[in-house]
């Protein structure tokens, strides 16, 4: 099929994608027709969004679906032959294997410049057995199975090569040429690179220019779809903070109701479904521990924060006593806060380590007890508590 033909159709496959209901379209009846007779599903109708559903952040609305890559270059099937004879790299080469090794070399070169490729790589494999430690010998080898479009073997070689001598450039060379028929054109653009520091030739610039306009395609791809997911974060980010916030008004509005509704009470019993006494209660935001302290405040009731963290060994062995602290004094409000949620709250209030505690009443700070410290805790409390 002719070249810009597939093109046209590849830019019409790429459009009906972005457009679903562009099928319906009745210059298009045909094609339609085509696809359900082959049993293809046709894309539904979108259904109007409630004004409901718009007021929450939708994870599935803004999913990120990547395009394809349209790359050029034509690529090499890998083949499925077995991998070429290696030598034993530990093997002590003796001056005769050495020039027995360069005889079957140059019988290679001969055959190479005849196009008798097999004969090459058959000339180069009984050198490598001979001398196994050169590192020319197998990089050579790799360039014949290049020509031969043979890419993993082409890999191999060039992998023994650079792993005898790391400043091979002829290995870099082979290695990149291969990976670009496979289409691995970063890695490809890589290696080509170093060879072209190592030793310039034109051969590499022409694969090169072939190589890096897909490298910049691949860049400018993963560029784009990295920022729409830092987007699609910081949306959810941001709904969940909208959340917390509406979380944390609906419990200020609770604990002002009880306030008011319980003036007339005695002060022992204030407040108490709004702060839940007799248990910890988690602080999900700097503006939910704002009102819970003024509600508190308002209460004349004694305040305790308690600064923790998932990974503070220290804090799991206080956070049991904690809870039973919040038992034993329904009438002390017990806060929880996680360091690394509230990281800016945690500045605020000067925490160093955790855990810390921080007996606070009437907006003041009255004590405070640091670290692991179960007795310090309890006396604070037996002596603010009153």
């Not at 093997?91 to 190479?112: F, I, N, P, Y």
């Not at 004349?300 to 600064?307: D, H, K, N, Q």
């Amino acid at each position: 099929m002719e070249k810009e033909k597939v093109q046209e159709l590849r830019a019409f496959v790429s459009y009906i994608k972005s457009n679903p209901s562009a099928i319906d379209d009745p210059s298009l009846s045909f094609f339609k027709d085509y696809l359900l007779s082959i049993g293809a599903r046709m894309p539904t109708a979108s259904i109007p969004r409630s004004p409901k559903a718009e007021q929450g952040y939708d994870d599935s609305e803004d999913e990120i679906v990547e395009s394809d890559i349209e790359l050029e270059g034509e690529l090499v099937e890998p083949e499925n032959d077995l991998l070429p004879q290696m030598g034993d790299i530990t093997k002590e080469v003796s001056e005769e294997d050495r020039d027995t090794a360069q005889m079957h070399k140059s019988k290679a070169s001969e055959a190479l410049s005849e196009g008798n490729l097999e004969e090459a790589v058959n000339q180069l494999t009984m050198a490598i057995l001979l001398n196994p430690t050169s590192a020319i010998l197998y990089a050579t080898r790799a360039s014949v199975f290049v020509k031969m479009k043979k890419p993993n073997a082409a890999i191999v070689d060039a992998n023994r090569a650079l792993e005898i001598n790391p400043d091979s450039a002829k290995g870099y060379k082979s290695r990149g040429m291969a990976k670009a028929m496979l289409g691995e054109w970063e890695e490809a653009a890589s290696d080509l690179h170093q060879a072209a520091k190592l030793d310039y030739d034109e051969e590499i610039n022409a694969v090169l220019k072939k190589v890096e306009p897909n490298v910049h395609k691949i860049e400018e791809h993963r560029r784009k779809y990295e920022h729409l997911h830092k987007e699609r974060e910081m949306k959810k980010a941001q709904a969940e903070r909208q959340r917390r916030r509406a979380e944390a008004e609906a419990a200020y509005r609770s604990a002002n109701k009880e306030t008011e509704s319980s003036e007339s009470r005695p002060s022992a019993s204030n407040n108490s479904s709004a702060f839940q006494d007799g248990k910890v209660i988690v602080v999900h935001s700097q503006y939910d521990l704002k009102t819970k302290l003024n509600a508190a405040s308002n209460a004349s009731r004694l305040s305790i924060l308690y600064f923790t963290a998932t990974w503070c060994g220290p804090c799991r062995v206080m956070a049991p006593l904690f809870e039973k602290l919040a038992q034993k004094h329904p009438q002390i409000i017990f806060l929880k806060l996680d360091i690394d949620q509230l990281g800016s709250v945690a500045q605020e209030w000067n925490v160093t380590s955790v855990p810390t505690f921080f007996f606070v009443k009437n907006g003041k700070t009255i004590d405070t007890v640091r670290g692991a410290d179960k007795n310090g805790l309890e006396r604070s409390i037996a002596l603010h508590a009153k």
